[in-house]
């Protein structure tokens, strides 16, 4: 490599002068002590490919060793990374929280106090494993070329990850620049020699400590077809010092730039329409291999591959007028490259072509770029988009100048897609891996690093995440760890694999696209371990939070703790980090699984006489046995004793939590009937227990129904209900004291809380005798009436049934459904159970009061104890029936006669005095007129 000098005494034009200053030689020996992947490696990104010789790359050697869960700078004592961190923050805003955490943390990372407000917030992103904060180094205004703090906090307000480019050695003093931006550019351009068009040309100083020389340099970026590339350069401000210039397609992103006011446009329709694509590629879809009909052919549509296309909808395409174009809000045509082939609109929304057709690739990238990008924000709800433009994702899928690559260009936050070989645009797996480019940039806010290939292996992870998921090969096939296996594989290229067989760091060669396999293929062994999903969420929340000089070990650390963060179960963090593990990388510790992971550790609540809840979370926890429902990977256990025979256990999931809750008599022993699932997210799970044995253990497993994670993993849990009544059995009947007359001076207090259904349900009678109480008495008299009163509580409708027998051989007496009071004939001295209860299956409080009255026999000559049917007249008495009437009848009143009801149902008081068919009534008729 060459470094070059300007001679400012000589600028003219584009006609400048310049002087070697060094050999080749001694090049070499100062790019050895620069700093590594201070820049990035283009992204051209599918295929390998030598650098441009107009390329002069600076490159500085540094090392590294992981102590206490950090990676340090060997020559600064600093780190890089900070791994597994759990430092608390309690400001009120993200940045306010990340500024805190600094505050403590400055002299750690290398920052001094007063430097701390150079530090200017570059971007501030929540995601489902927390929020990252990206703070840019500025020196007296000036940013510093590629140098940021990223700080992660978890959603429970943790600092948990810190990714630091932070440079230490510049100077406070700054030269003043004698180059001028015009100046610089002229440099740039008289070395590439340019002859095409120049875009995205921009220019603006940056500081750069390198070698302890100059550290102001003009960053110069742009973009022209001859020679073909996305140049950035740095010119020394001072000296004119071409000090490096990269072909990158990937470079940093200046942050903040404020949109301009644009002019109203009224939006297009959006339909869908259809199209013809491979999905994910011929080869797949037909499981064979490259060759007879399955071959490039120079664009053939073979039969074989006409037949290899799917049908697919091409959602939301724009429509204006009659034209349909293949620009969405997830996907946009551009044509921005050569060669120029326009963007294929046309009238019809069926677009249905050959790949002889160049619309065919086309409408092909259009749909996989459409509907990864659904997935990354409808069905992942990642929030992932370009910060480039507004819109869908920019494509141009014949550009390149038709050379066998493809590139994502950070510059633009575009994708272009080469023609070579087989069309590039033809393989979903490169549609994807360039997408990955482009989610690797955006989701770092411009911060997208190719130490170690790391950018390479996440394009081939999402490529090989999406076409082993729609399941064409088994894993005994080759195939199944390929990528790119319509485009590579073949004649053309080698491809690539993700079952790479090296390991890091030993197996690293210093040719990013082969190191990328690397990572790509641990995360795909995470795909297979914990399923599609969650390694998605885990992968792209992970590596948002790193940072342009992120390398592969700290990008296995962040998407393991994106997945502590998530709540990831407890096996599902185990496969991961043995996983990473012996992959070589150097992990943090294993955080401690939930202490209530198994029903030997359950958590101890108690039973109240009201829901008093416990909160609880299934995050780090566990598949303890086979669920009962859903999927049981993160049970949880606790327990409680039974105070009394019932008890009510309620879960009440927060937010998108779906509680599931079952109830065991003993550790691996479930009561019948307990698995409860009824409400959904956010819902509350109740079981009602019944025939519980007081002080007792019983045990309550809680966890999430889906197997997919939810935002939020906690929950609340509460087991309560009174003890059960002394009475809430027929053996534990209350004793009724029985009043000798007819008024109710002897009255008991009753109460249903607590109470359970007896073990002698019957249900005999009407209503539900799930919380019934038992009552007692002797009979003094051949009549009494019991009477319920003063009733309080959830509900004033209370049932009730008279027995005769004793406990273990009752015979129903009598059936009473919402009545106050009831007239018995009985037998002196025998026992009488009285049983209340509610109407319903809830479970009442109600409290009320009872009582037996008894009446004297009438005297004579008017007594009577029994109305007869029979149309005569009733003398004055006190009449009962003896049992229930059968037939219905009527009797003749006195005309002087008064009546006076003490009980009775299926009875009018008319003219005539109507008994119904299953009256039992007591009745009074005074004055005795025979």
């Known amino acids: 490599m060459d470094l070059f000098l300007l001679n400012l005494s000589d600028i003219s034009g584009r006609q400048h002068l310049y002087e070697q200053t060094m050999t080749r030689r001694v090049e070499v020996l100062l790019i050895l002590l620069s700093l590594l992947c201070v820049l990035n490696n283009s992204a051209k990104a599918q295929k390998p490919s030598s650098s441009s010789h107009l390329e002069r790359k600076l490159i500085r050697s540094e090392s590294f060793q992981i102590q206490?869960?950090?990676?340090?700078?060997?020559?600064?004592?600093?780190?890089?990374?900070?791994?597994?961190q759990r430092v608390k923050v309690d400001a009120p805003t993200p940045e306010a929280m990340a500024r805190q955490y600094l505050m403590t943390a400055a002299a750690q990372l290398g920052i001094d106090q007063q430097n701390l407000a150079e530090l200017h917030v570059s971007m501030v992103r929540e995601s489902q494993a927390g929020t990252t904060v990206r703070l840019r180094q500025f020196r007296q205004n000036i940013p510093v070329y590629r140098a940021e703090l990223a700080i992660t906090i978890s959603p429970d307000q943790f600092v948990t990850f810190v990714s630091s480019s932070y440079q230490h050695q510049i100077k406070p003093n700054l030269d003043i620049p004698q180059l001028s931006a015009v100046e610089a550019q002229e440099v740039v351009f008289n070395y590439l020699d340019v002859k095409g068009e120049?875009?995205?040309?921009?220019?603006?100083?940056?500081?750069?400590?390198?070698?302890?020389?100059?550290?102001?340099?003009?960053?110069?970026?742009?973009?022209?077809?001859?020679?073909?590339?996305?140049?950035e350069a740095l010119v020394g401000a001072v000296s004119g010092r071409l000090l490096t210039v990269e072909d990158r397609a990937c470079y940093h992103h200046d942050h903040g730039d404020t949109p301009k006011d644009q002019e109203f446009v009224k939006p297009p329709m959006l339909i869908n329409g259809t199209g013809y694509v491979f999905d994910p590629d011929p080869l797949s879809t037909a499981r064979t291999s490259y060759g007879g009909g399955y071959v490039d052919g120079n664009d053939a549509a073979t039969?074989?591959?006409?037949?290899?296309?799917?049908?697919?909808?091409?959602?939301?395409?724009?429509?204006?007028?009659?034209?349909?174009?293949?620009?969405?809000?997830?996907?946009?045509?551009?044509?921005?490259?050569?060669?120029?082939?326009?963007?294929?609109?046309?009238?019809?929304s069926a677009f249905n072509f050959t790949r002889q057709s160049d619309a065919f690739e086309a409408v092909n990238v259009y749909y996989h770029l459409d509907a990864s990008m659904r997935y990354i924000?409808?069905?992942?709800?990642?929030?992932?988009?370009?910060?480039?433009?507004?819109?869908?994702?920019?494509?141009?899928?014949?550009?390149?100048?038709?050379?066998?690559?493809?590139?994502?260009?950070?510059?633009?936050?575009?994708?272009a897609f080469g023609e070579g070989g087989v069309d590039d645009g033809e393989d979903s797996d490169i549609v994807h891996h360039e997408l990955g480019h482009g989610l690797h940039d955006w989701v770092t806010g411009g911060s997208l690093s190719q130490v170690e290939g790391?950018?390479?292996?996440?394009?081939?992870?999402?490529?090989?995440?999406?076409?082993?998921?729609?399941?064409?090969w088994d894993s005994s096939d080759a195939e199944y760890n390929w990528v790119f296996t319509w485009d590579g594989h073949n004649e053309f290229w080698g491809g690539r694999v993700v079952n790479y067989g090296a390991a890091y760091p030993g197996g690293l060669v210093n040719q990013v696209h082969t190191d990328g396999q690397i990572w790509s293929t641990a995360m795909m062994k995470v795909w297979d371990a914990i399923g599609k999903t969650k390694a998605d969420k885990a992968f792209w929340n992970g590596i948002g939070m790193t940072g342009s000089t992120s390398n592969q070990n700290d990008a296995a650390?962040?998407?393991?703790?994106?997945?502590?963060?998530?709540?990831?179960?407890?096996?599902?963090?185990?496969?991961?980090?043995?996983?990473?593990?012996?992959?070589?990388?150097?992990?943090?510790?294993?955080?401690?699984?939930?202490?209530?992971?198994?029903?030997?550790?359950?958590?101890?609540?108690?039973?109240?006489?009201?829901?008093?809840?416990?909160?609880?979370?299934?995050q780090l926890a566990s598949k303890s046995l086979t669920a009962c429902v859903g999927t049981a990977d993160d049970d949880v256990w606790y327990k409680f004793v039974a105070t009394g025979s019932s008890a009510t256990v309620a879960v009440t999931g927060n937010n998108d939590y779906d509680p599931v809750l079952e109830l065991f008599s003993a550790c691996g022993m479930a009561i019948g009937g307990s698995c409860t699932n009824n409400n959904g997210p956010g819902g509350t799970e109740t079981y009602q227990a019944s025939q519980l044995t007081p002080s007792n253990t019983y045990y309550i497993r809680v966890y999430h129904f889906s197997d997919q994670v939810p935002d939020d993993w906690t929950f609340n849990i509460c087991v309560y209900g009174m003890p059960a009544p002394p009475n809430d059995e027929c053996a534990g009947a209350v004793v009724l004291s029985v009043n000798s007359d007819a008024n109710c001076n002897l009255t008991t207090s009753g109460s249903l809380a607590g109470a359970t259904a007896s073990q002698n349900q019957d249900n005999l009678c009407s209503g539900q005798e799930s919380d019934d109480v038992w009552f007692a008495f002797t009979a003094t008299s051949s009549v009494h009436e019991v009477t319920l009163s003063n009733i309080q509580g959830g509900t004033s409708a209370l049932?009730?049934?008279?027995?005769?027998?004793?406990?273990?051989?009752?015979?129903?007496?009598?059936?009473?459904?919402d009545a106050m009071n009831e007239g018995l004939s009985t037998m002196v001295d025998s026992t009488y159970f009285i049983r209340v209860y509610s109407s319903s299956l809830s479970q009442e409080n109600t409290t009320f009061d009872i009582c037996v009255s008894s009446f004297p026999e009438p005297p004579l000559p008017c007594a009577?104890?029994?109305?007869?049917?029979?149309?005569?007249?009733?003398?004055?008495?006190?009449?009962?029936a003896i049992q229930q009437v059968e037939t219905s009848g009527e009797v003749i009143l006195p005309g002087s006669g008064n009546v006076l009801f003490k009980s009775g149902s299926n009875i009018d008081l008319n003219a005539l005095f109507e008994v119904r068919a299953g009256a039992i009534f007591t009745v009074d008729i005074q004055p005795c007129d025979p």
């Open 68 to 84: 206490s869960n950090m990676r340090i700078n060997t020559a600064s004592g600093y780190p890089v990374a900070m791994y597994n």
């Open 198 to 231: 120049v875009t995205d040309l921009k220019t603006e100083l940056v500081l750069l400590d390198y070698l302890k020389s100059e550290q102001m340099y003009h960053k110069v970026n742009l973009t022209t077809n001859d020679p073909m590339g996305h140049w």
């Open 303 to 348: 039969s074989e591959l006409n037949a290899a296309r799917s049908t697919v909808i091409l959602k939301d395409l724009t429509l204006v007028g009659s034209t349909y174009t293949l620009v969405g809000p997830y996907a946009a045509i551009d044509e921005f490259e050569f060669p120029n082939k326009g963007s294929f609109s046309q009238a019809s």
């Open 377 to 415: 924000n409808e069905t992942l709800d990642l929030g992932i988009m370009p910060y480039q433009y507004s819109g869908g994702v920019k494509f141009d899928p014949h550009g390149l100048s038709g050379a066998d690559n493809s590139h994502y260009i950070i510059s633009s936050g575009k994708l």
């Open 454 to 472: 790391l950018s390479e292996g996440c394009g081939d992870y999402w490529a090989v995440s999406y076409n082993r998921s729609l399941g064409h």
């Open 557 to 618: 650390n962040v998407v393991f703790q994106a997945a502590i963060n998530m709540g990831y179960n407890y096996n599902d963090l185990v496969s991961m980090r043995n996983i990473f593990v012996s992959t070589g990388y150097n992990m943090a510790a294993l955080p401690s699984p939930a202490p209530n992971d198994e029903c030997a550790t359950a958590i101890a609540i108690t039973q109240t006489t009201a829901c008093t809840s416990t909160a609880g979370t299934s």
């Open 799 to 817: 049932y009730w049934s008279v027995w005769k027998g004793n406990c273990s051989a009752l015979t129903l007496v009598s059936c009473q459904d």
């Open 864 to 880: 009577e104890n029994m109305i007869a049917l029979d149309d005569q007249y009733l003398p004055q008495g006190t009449y009962h």
